[in-house]
């Protein structure tokens, strides 16, 4: 069976950093793109980072440019996003998806289970 696997969440005080992790089981994504969404208590789902298969390339939702990065090691099948200058306002639940064409919501192939990150103020 294919999972998605996130890790790395937890609680920090504001202006603190973690670092999630998602890896893949059952298959490899290295011919994917990647991505991070998250969804915070009442809100919809919404982007925060890509990364491309083939070049490396990146993208950023404009309330992460400059604090958050995503990358991503092929030959492990892992994703990971750091996360720096932590506000309270990053609180949600934190999901690895991955997609054959575009990282967006609509067009993802699967997405992982999720993995929580509260900041404090």
């Known amino acids: 069976q294919v999972h998605l696997v996130e890790s790395g969440g937890g609680l920090v005080q504001a202006g603190g950093s973690l670092r999630l992790s998602c890896a893949a089981s059952?298959?490899?994504?290295?011919?994917?793109?990647m991505g991070w969404f998250r969804q915070a208590p009442g809100k919809e789902r919404e982007f925060v980072a890509a990364?491309?298969?083939?070049?490396?390339?990146?993208a950023y939702a404009d309330s992460v440019k400059g604090r958050f990065t995503i990358s991503r090691d092929n030959a492990k099948d892992t994703v990971y996003l750091q996360m720096n200058s932590l506000k309270p306002e990053d609180t949600a639940l934190y999901y690895c998806a991955v997609s054959r064409t575009v990282v967006a919501a609509p067009f993802v192939d699967l997405w992982g289970q999720g993995t929580q990150v509260t900041v404090s103020s």
């Open positions: 990364i491309s298969r083939s070049n490396g390339n990146t």
């Open positions: 059952g298959r490899t994504f290295s011919s994917y793109n």
